[in-house]
């Protein structure tokens, strides 16, 4: 008996061609991202290269009922790409154009499969870049607009969601809209734009983006600085804030986390103390003028050797370690699998918070690292799951309690990895039932047939 989704494919090959494939290989590629949520083999891959064909496949699969996942690089870590009522797994990683640059107006236009990377390298001789950085090279703009992605520059220059200005979307049952626009504010309408950002691929299927872009700074500078104790080291981040210094990155990684780092990445000059890593941009001057006063406010928390450069070969090793921190922790325990958490809560309550999970992950006997973009009141641990039976189960326990002590205390289950699967049991409790039933009042409302990224964000 022929299936709606056999009647999907068959109809789609007419405009795909093989760039709609059931090849077992293909399928189970596309069956799980970066997470520890079980895999679920789509039915079938489809490799869109337009809007247009976007929109065709999504009307298809509207008519038949047929569930549809949105993959950007699968580099997701809580489940958002996993297509767990099968279907078809709608790729847009094909889609690498970059459709307009306007230095001027400092703003482009990308496709939803282009990375971060390929845009930065675009943009270079036009003395232009693109900030928001999320920790890997391999991520999709489409990627960091459908889960609100951020990163370490986003204490100055904002999330995805400050840095995007409009949107083109493939909806539920075909249709294409364009949301915002060129200008940098306007006052008419819905917000549309952010409406979909962070939607996580539930009301449509963004495939092209309108970007803020910043000039690149006259210089730049980073920073070490470690300390005696962690609370040391989370003192002088609130302490950087309140006072003002425009640190572009600040990043904290606890006493586990440097010494996995000091291995993964051969970092010279470090001890397995908790460190801070900063980063300053600006004029010559107004750079060191900034570190200097960073130094000046981390000795008086107790840090101590304080080194910053300006050169770019001695700034990316410092950043790329920070990149790898995830791999430097796998590497501290061979066989173990990583779960990395991420709670944020407001500047404030940032002492408590690490320092509430620091005793959570020593009560548990596991291993789990500490690192953050602490300049917005984001931070990490990666539970290394041991390969015992329950290992799995006292790893997610540990998760728990740290992002309840985050709700406690003002904060989020997640500052930047989103929802998917793993976090929806805390969705209610941080918003509330009435704001909930607003959410999927919504969700009904642009996708009335349930068949956007289904059984994510909400339990049922």
């Known amino acids: 008996?022929?299936?709606?989704?056999?009647?999907v494919i068959e109809s789609a090959r007419a405009f795909l061609g093989d760039r709609i494939t059931t090849n077992?290989?293909?399928?189970?590629?596309?069956?799980?991202?970066?997470?520890?949520?079980?895999?679920?083999?789509?039915?079938?891959?489809?490799?869109?290269?337009?809007?247009?064909?976007?929109?065709?496949?999504l009307a298809l699969c509207h008519a038949q009922h047929v569930p549809v996942v949105a993959w950007g690089a699968g580099t997701s870590l809580e489940g958002h790409v996993t297509p767990v009522r099968g279907g078809i797994t709608l790729d847009l990683s094909r889609m690498t154009r970059i459709l307009q640059v306007s230095q001027p107006d400092m703003d482009c236009r990308v496709e939803a499969g282009v990375t971060r990377d390929q845009l930065n390298t675009h943009l270079r001789d036009a003395g232009l870049f693109f900030p928001v950085d999320p920790g890997t090279s391999a991520c999709t703009m489409g990627g960091m607009c459908a889960t609100r992605a951020s990163g370490t520059n986003a204490v100055r220059y904002g999330t995805i969601r400050e840095n995007v200005m409009g949107l083109t979307v493939a909806l539920a049952d075909g249709r294409v809209i364009r949301t915002g626009g060129r200008v940098r504010k306007s006052a008419?309408?819905?917000?549309?734009?952010?409406?979909?950002?962070?939607?996580?691929?539930?009301?449509?299927?963004?495939?092209?983006?309108?970007?803020?872009l910043h000039g690149i700074p006259e210089a730049m500078s980073s920073a070490t600085c470690q300390f005696a104790t962690l609370k040391d080291a989370v003192d002088t981040v609130i302490a950087i804030l309140q006072v003002g210094i425009p640190v572009a990155r600040m990043e904290l990684l606890d006493e586990v986390q440097i010494e996995a780092c000091i291995g993964y990445s051969k970092l010279q000059g470090l001890e397995a103390?908790?460190?801070?890593?900063?980063?300053?941009?600006?004029?010559?001057a107004a750079v060191a003028e900034q570190a200097q006063h960073a130094e000046e406010v981390?000795?008086?928390?107790?840090?101590?050797?304080?080194?910053?450069?300006?050169?770019?070969?001695?700034?990316?090793?410092?950043?790329?370690?920070?990149?790898?921190?995830?791999?430097?922790c796998l590497a501290l325990k061979p066989g173990h699998r990583g779960i990395a958490t991420d709670a944020i809560v407001p500047i404030s309550r940032l002492d408590e918070a690490i320092l509430g999970a620091k005793e959570d992950i020593a009560a548990s006997g596991l291993t789990a690292p500490i690192v953050g973009h602490v300049g917005d009141g984001n931070f990490h641990t990666v539970i290394l799951v041991p390969p015992e039976p329950d290992g799995l189960a006292r790893a997610w326990e540990l998760d728990k309690k740290i992002v309840a002590r985050a709700l406690a205390l003002g904060g989020s289950c997640s500052g930047e990895?989103?929802?998917?699967?793993?976090?929806?049991?805390?969705?209610?409790?941080?918003?509330?039932?009435?704001?909930?039933?607003?959410?999927?009042?919504?969700?009904?409302?642009?996708?009335?047939?349930?068949?956007?990224?289904?059984?994510?964000?909400?339990l049922n």
């Open 24 to 57: 077992a290989t293909l399928r189970e590629h596309h069956s799980h991202g970066q997470d520890t949520q079980p895999p679920v083999l789509p039915d079938a891959v489809a490799f869109v290269e337009t809007s247009d064909e976007a929109a065709r496949l």
């Open 1 to 7: 008996m022929s299936r709606p989704v056999d009647a």
């Open 188 to 212: 008419t309408g819905y917000d549309l734009t952010r409406l979909f950002i962070g939607s996580e691929g539930t009301l449509g299927v963004i495939t092209e983006i309108q970007l803020r």
């Open 417 to 458: 990895h989103g929802v998917g699967i793993g976090k929806r049991e805390f969705l209610e409790q941080e918003h509330g039932a009435e704001a909930l039933a607003v959410m999927r009042s919504i969700k009904a409302t642009l996708d009335p047939r349930g068949i956007l990224n289904p059984g994510k964000m909400f």
């Open 273 to 284: 103390l908790p460190s801070l890593f900063f980063e300053f941009h600006g004029t010559t």
């Open 298 to 328: 981390a000795v008086g928390y107790g840090g101590r050797g304080f080194r910053w450069a300006t050169d770019a070969a001695e700034r990316n090793k410092l950043w790329q370690a920070r990149h790898d921190a995830y791999w430097a």
